[in-house]
């Protein structure tokens, strides 16, 4: 682990102190680049347009914001910077606030969650974020290593386990994953397990012979238990730029995704282009993550995320 | 790798070739368009902007005017742009004058350090380098573990760092081991960390100004967003990196974090990772990169790669098949068997000029396991059929699905992926390619 460590601090400041990090680096801060000025002048939407596209929100999405700023400029709804900052925060929170459904796990049953994204994104920390939140909650909870591919996965997964307390699931290395699963679903009901997360191995979402296998683990699973997955991740990483889209796109479009979990938060990169993936996908943001500690794994919340991108 | 943004700079070259003339409104908007698709590429968004204006300024001037293709003189100004953004020459590691010489990756968590690590061990170990591996990840599950087991499959040798703590103290060593062992390289992969923690920060000059490495490179996620820039920065600043490993480019990551890592730190990308495999590595070609995002494509690198896995007759008449439209399934059979040592066919068919990523190659891409099928089927046809499809009707399907232990569904699934193949290749000598790759452009 880093030192990263000192969790005392609630979620605001650490949120807003991860995405206020950038401040010091090569974006410059929003309020003194535009909300400094006393009036909403067409700099003000350069500037604006610097601002939102260096979060990563893309060119093209950002123009459409700006457009609609403009539009209500021009409407004499924004008379002073401050005004436009508070309706540009309203609007970008209205877009996220339909992606806010954090991930409730029933009591009875089995719950399953696959995880999946491209590679190195977080997926294992994450997991084992995950689960100790859930242990911590008395949701008794397995996991499962179906990172049968990638050298130490296993071992990684396996380390998260002890250190969370939680029951591993695993096969040797490059086994085939749908059999782990199998496994894993058959030890489920037996050990009375309410939670199951499943490790993935990262893949990039064009890689055809790799969805196929990940659609044939998700396909085992419905078979063996009805409704699995019952919830189907996709961790994305904070400092992606545009191709997160691509990646939400595809994993959806070939897997189905019923939530994101946004990583890295806790570093520079603003991951503003989840906001584009919540405007044309409508997919809940269950988590992000900030940091690399156990509890650095925070429920979505969007005016938080919002306040933490523009205070 | 680039395909997303060539394909957006072909339509707004294809515009400007479309003109007879070049004045200054349609410089303008073609650069307009140039803007959009290097942001939506994640070029920074400051080196987009420097970028355009220096086009701009070379563009907008009489030679261009006067010249007798204006359009092709855009493409030439923006190609030679890009070019000298993405480093000119492209630069090997200079390891001489050390023994055994230090290399050590840096970068952000999750970038591939270790991946690349063996990666350019193994590019070492074929240069006749006798390499040591090194882990100081003390804080990552099983990171070491992960070089350990990825350093063997290579053959290299390995520090185990297993039993200490300190990731100065394991360099300390390691470097110590390597030299009585004899080995001339050492690779020290290092933990990933952001760059904006003081502390893993220093942890990582500290070992820099203990061990003084020959290399020291940036590895960093073809996929980065905006942030590159500051990342890069950062630990240029402290480390003052020699340079940068582009990793994950065999996405469909459209890359320009490439252009801004390079504009940013002034170190030249030496190595590109394509793909999960260790031998899935390149050196990177900024000239042919350039060519590549403009949608020249990449065919010289196609033909150095096919000639490190089979000769250069065989890849010669590879591409003339493809190009010639004369693609037999014997042809088929044969450049099956020589994916395997080459690569998949999807990014062979990424390097063919105008064939980006193509969504009906989904169907034709066989996993390992299918290899295996395909070419028994073929091996059950007769050389007729394997010249001339056309004749393989129901009775003779039934035959070759007997004669190789298959189903009828097989031999048909096998026919319907070469003709779509073949169809898609006749598409390509025809200029077709463009069409098929738009209609799978997720941001149109």
Redesign the interface.
Known sequence: MGNNNNNTEGFFSRLKQGLSKTRKGFVKNVDEMIFGEKVVSRNLFEDLEEVLIMADLGPAFTYDLIEEMKYRAKRKELESPEALKQILKEYIITILEKSEQPLEIPRDGIFTIMVLGVNGTGKTTTIGKMAHQYIRNGIPTMLVAADTFRAAAIEQLEIWSKRVNAPLIKQKMGADPSAVVFDALHAATSRKSNAMIIDTAGRLHTKVNLMEELKKIKRIMGRELEGAPHETLLVVDATTGQNALSQAKMFHEEIGITGLVLTKLDGTAKGGIVIRIAKEMNIPIRYIGIGEGLDDLRVFKSEDYVNALFD | MFENLTEKLDSVFKKLKGKGTLDEESVREALKDI??AL????VN?KITKSFIEDVRERAVGREVLESITPGQQVVKIVHDRLIELMGGDSSHLRLANRFPAPIMLVG?????KTTSAVKIARHLMNQKRSVSLVSADV?????I??????GETIGAGFFDSTMINDPVRICVDALSDAKERGYDTLIIDT?G?????T??MNELKKIKDIINPAEILFVA?A?????????A??FNDLLDIDGVMLT?M?????G??ALSIKAVTGKPIKFVGIG?KIDAFEIFHPDRMASRILGHGDVLTLVEKAQMAFDEKAARELEKKIRKDSFTLEDFRTQLLQIRKMGSL?DLMGMIPGMG?IKA??NV?P??KEFVKIIAIIDSMTKKERINYRIINGQRRKRIARGSGTTVQDVNRLLKNYIEMRKMMKKLTRGGAKYLKRSNF??K
């Open positions: 803007r959009m942001l939506e590429a994640d968004f952000l968590q999750g970038c591939g804080y990552r599950p099983a990171a573990e992960q070089l350990k087991i990825l933990a960390r952001l760059h904006i923690d502390e893993l996620d996929m980065t967003g905006q942030d590159a820039v500051s990342t920065e950062t994950k065999d996405g469909d990551a459209r320009g974090a999960e999807e990523k190659m989904k891409t996993d390992e997720p941001f």
